[in-house]
């Protein structure tokens, strides 16, 4: 193999590199948006899930008599 062919091969290596660099960062920030956005989503559903509890509890609680006016 030639001196040329072989600075030829570096290069492309070099330059393939280069760019599967530079997608895994955009895949690290995407995961990372990801992560973020499912851990505001899960506090989220926990809220819900807490605003459910206290209205079904509220529902299972007796109905207090209407006032002696009323």
Do not use: C
């Not at 600075?7 to 660099?21: C, G, I, N, P, S």
């Amino acid at each position: 193999m030639s001196g040329e062919a072989l600075a030829a091969r570096v290069d492309e290596l070099e330059m393939r590199l280069t760019h599967q660099d530079v997608t895994i960062e955009e895949l690290n920030r995407v995961v990372t948006e990801q992560w973020t956005e499912i851990d505001r989503l899960k506090r989220l559903v926990r809220g819900f899930e807490d605003q459910l509890a206290e209205a079904m509890a509220e529902r299972e609680r007796p109905m207090e008599p209407p006032p002696p006016h009323y």
